[in-house]
């Protein structure tokens, strides 16, 4: 090789560790800024979470404790007084290898920051503004999980959240999924959130009322689901309104909503407050739910384009499609116009804003009845009340004719009068002969005999 080679090579290999020296300058900066960030920014959790504490007060004579918290976690407090000397004290405590987690005011942070970030560019550092009590006695780490999910009888991950606002203790999730899993409450009220979706089909006709219960899903832009359940009785055409009966499908998420305000392109609703019977509906569990009394009219328009025909014959065309004849419970769709019975019905947004559905759940318990007066009642009532007349009225007939139970009536009534007085007289007899024993006892002498009144003889012989 020639000198010009030579110093070619030399000047390539030059070139190549300046670059290697500004890569690792420009690394070592990159960590400072994002040290001097996590700095500026308040830890997600608290102090107790992480494995190196550094708790930094100000006072007025200078102190040093270290305590190991949990058998893992390394907890170093210092009381300081003079700022400048500050750095050398947080610097012995430092953990390379771990998270470091700060706790003090910005005042002392600000002395530190830089200086922390200089000295150690790859070690993590979080400042934390919260400081929350350590539980340590099992029993009480077991009390507080479930003080806390009984309050609301949430997941066991809210739980954890929540108590980690004033306590800290390991293995909290591993306790709390065991609190829930023993919940009786959460047991018995658990449903499946990935249910299997049921077919559509057609609404059986019971043979008597009240034999079975059918629910219809009433399902707005696929975000509102309504869930209504219909006693499908011909003689009254009942419908057990459900309370609480509106879920609304957020992504992944199924809400309970309520007091749900229909307007001209979406409906609004409030965040229900505790979970409602829809959410079992919903997802496939047992229900359990509240039922008030309603009304359903034969031929009822539930929105633009859906009609339910509730237990009755009728003459259907929808759209296009020639004229059919149904009986029973039908759930109709058209696009555009439909007749039934003749009459007319149109879809005035010409699309379907509710489609039908199926409710995941087939079990459903009644907790509670609103028993408040409605058509359907007082018709129950009325036809009950016209049985119990027509039952009494076959039931004297079938014993015969009026004239003959008043006949009966009469001669009973005189055989009752008659053997009262005869009762009476007896009595009567009786008392009397029982006062004249007491008198004759009365009039008796010393010698057992009854004197009797005559004359005395005084004529002297």
């Known amino acids: 090789m020639n000198a010009a080679q030579i110093e070619a090579v030399i000047q390539a290999a030059l070139n190549n560790h300046e670059m290697r020296l500004r890569a690792e300058f420009a690394n070592q900066i990159t960590a400072v800024k994002q040290q001097l960030q996590s700095l500026r920014i308040e830890a997600p959790e608290s102090l107790n979470c992480y494995r190196n504490q550094i708790i930094l007060e100000e006072a007025e004579q200078p102190l040093r404790r270290h305590f190991i918290v949990f058998g893992t976690k390394n907890r170093h407090i210092i009381r300081f007084n003079n700022k400048d000397a500050l750095f050398g004290l947080v610097k012995e405590v430092v953990n390379v290898d771990v998270v470091n987690a700060i706790y003090c005011d910005l005042s002392a942070l600000a002395c530190i920051q830089h200086a922390l970030v200089t000295e150690f560019p790859a070690t993590k550092f979080w400042h934390c503004k919260k400081f929350v009590n350590d539980i340590t006695d099992a029993n009480e780490q077991k009390e507080v999980i479930i003080c806390e999910h009984n309050r609301a009888h949430r997941a066991a991950q809210e739980n954890v959240k929540e108590i980690l606002q004033d306590y800290y203790f390991p293995n909290m999730s591993k306790l709390a999924n065991e609190v829930v899993l023993n919940c009786k409450t959460c047991t018995k009220g658990k449903y499946n959130r990935h249910p299997k979706k049921q077919e559509l089909g057609i609404t059986p006709t019971p043979s008597y009322a009240g034999e079975m219960l059918h629910i219809d899903i009433y399902s707005t832009d696929k975000k509102l689901k309504q869930f209504v359940?219909?006693?499908?009785?011909?003689?009254?055409?009942?419908?057990?309104?459900?309370?609480?009966?509106?879920?609304?499908?957020?992504?992944?998420?199924?809400?309970?909503?309520?007091?749900?305000?229909?307007?001209?392109?979406?409906?609004?609703?409030?965040?229900?407050?505790?979970?409602?019977?829809?959410?079992?509906?919903?997802?496939?569990?047992?229900?359990?739910?509240?039922?008030?009394?309603?009304?359903?009219?034969?031929?009822?328009?539930?929105?633009?384009?859906?009609?339910?025909?509730n237990e009755c014959p009728a003459k259907v065309s929808t759209d296009d499609d020639p004229e059919i004849v149904t009986n029973g419970s039908h759930l109709n769709t058209f696009d555009r116009v439909a007749f039934i019975n003749?009459?007319?019905?149109?879809?005035?947004?010409?699309?379907?804003?509710?489609?039908?559905?199926?409710?995941?759940?087939?079990?459903?318990?009644?907790?509670?009845?609103?028993?408040?007066?409605?058509?359907?009642?007082?018709?129950?009532?009325?036809?009950?009340?016209?049985?119990?007349?027509?039952?009494?009225?076959?039931?004297?007939?079938?014993?015969?004719?009026?004239?003959?139970?008043?006949?009966?009536?009469?001669?009973?009534?005189?055989?009752?009068?008659?053997?009262?007085?005869?009762?009476?007289?007896?009595?009567?007899?009786?008392?009397?002969?029982?006062?004249?024993?007491?008198?004759?006892?009365?009039?008796?002498?010393?010698?057992?005999?009854?004197?009797?009144?005559?004359?005395?003889?005084?004529?002297?012989?």
């Open 342 to 461: 003749g009459t007319k019905y149109s879809n005035q947004s010409e699309a379907i804003r509710k489609t039908p559905g199926m409710a995941a759940s087939p079990l459903l318990n009644i907790i509670g009845h609103d028993p408040t007066l409605s058509m359907p009642l007082l018709q129950r009532i009325n036809h009950q009340n016209l049985e119990v007349i027509q039952g009494f009225k076959e039931e004297v007939k079938s014993a015969g004719t009026t004239d003959t139970w008043f006949a009966v009536g009469v001669g009973a009534s005189l055989l009752i009068s008659c053997s009262f007085l005869l009762i009476i007289m007896l009595r009567r007899r009786r008392d009397a002969r029982e006062i004249q024993q007491v008198v004759e006892k009365f009039e008796l002498t010393e010698d057992g005999h009854i004197p009797k009144g005559g004359v005395v003889n005084t004529v002297k012989e």
């Open 229 to 309: 359940k219909r006693s499908p009785s011909s003689l009254y055409h009942t419908i057990l309104q459900l309370k609480e009966n509106t879920v609304a499908e957020c992504n992944s998420d199924v809400l309970a909503v309520t007091d749900c305000v229909p307007t001209t392109y979406a409906s609004f609703c409030k965040l229900a407050t505790h979970d409602n019977c829809a959410r079992g509906l919903h997802a496939g569990s047992t229900a359990l739910c509240e039922t008030q009394a309603s009304h359903l009219s034969p031929i009822t328009l539930i929105d633009d384009g859906v009609i339910i025909i």
